[in-house]
């Protein structure tokens, strides 16, 4: 059992060979081909899906500044105008042990990225604090999130005119390395983390304003293994595990407590999409199972009282995270990252009834 001050295993800059990943680091260009994205070797690389479904790629997206390449961490947004924003951490010139946070910008798929640039660091510099999350809200601003040295939450965002502002001080202590962060059904950004007494949420109630912290929820939960997402209602469903092992889902805008799921298979973290099986809107949940494979569960999407019933697919491997997203025509498209190697990825069949999925295949 972990405990519940600790993640199943606490990451760290530059203390995993395998890149730390958040965020959709899988996404969907206007045009409906895909893209990922991972860190690697001290930048960015990018794969691209081409007009036949074969896949282009690595083609690197920089990152390398004036101390050295990036750290082995990616975290990735879009936004509804469907530009990607890569968020990832780089050491400070001069500063023994520091990172600062650089952004780049995709505006459209295969086409390069803009120059990676400095935001700086949530105590203005200072040494690795957890893994940042992002957000774009429903106007295209990019919200990062960075867990300070005080062990709560900073936020910086972007301006409307272009620019940043400073960052922003969202309070809290001793919270999850990993935050998730997600734009809900009205545009505005939301962010969950654990603490070691429960669950902290900070939304936006306004337009461009400053994400607000609610009153934490006593809860049992693991630290990293937190995934969200949005609903067909626009409200925003977190999904982690409680110290039992126990898979929970709690939505505070659905008046939804954390709620009881079904057993984990693992005990890492899991990722959360959407899809359409057999016409009907389904969240499907990913984790890696004990013996390596990646399981699958679906539900309705917001019946959480359905339960659910996990599937395992493709090969055992030692470590992975898994991506899930949607295709144009609604179907899950799932892709995993396997150690330091490419991409894995599958697609739900089109004529098969239920969650049905096509034969794993490397990307590059």
Known sequence: MANRSQAPNA???GSSTAPLLQGDWLTRGAEGRFSA???RDGEVVRWTEQPDGSWSGPVSLGGPGPAGGL???LAVGQGVDRYVHLLALRPTAGEEGHVELVHSVQFQTGRPALEWRSIGHSNGKGPWTGNPAVAVDGRGRVYAFMRNGGGGLSVRAQKDAGGWHPWWDLLGSKTDPSPVAITNGSGFVELFSSHAKGLVRYVQRESGARPLREELLPASV?????AATTGPSGHVTLFYLDQDGQVRAWS???SLEPT???KAVGTGRLSAGRCLIDGSEQTV?????ADG???LAAFPSEQETEGIQWSETGERHGELAAVLTRGGDGRLVAMARVGTGAPITTRQKASAEGLVLEGWRSIG
Do not use: I, K, N
Not at 222 to 226: K, R
Not at 285 to 289: D, F, I, N, P
């Open 37 to 39: 994205y991972l860190p």
């Open 252 to 254: 505070p805008e659905r």
């Open 222 to 226: 693991t630290m990293g293994t937190l």
């Open 293 to 295: 494979r990646l399981a």
């Open 71 to 73: 750290t082995p961490f």
């Open 11 to 13: 990451p760290s800059d």
């Open 285 to 289: 949940l990913a984790q890696q199972s």
């Open 260 to 262: 009881v799921l079904g």
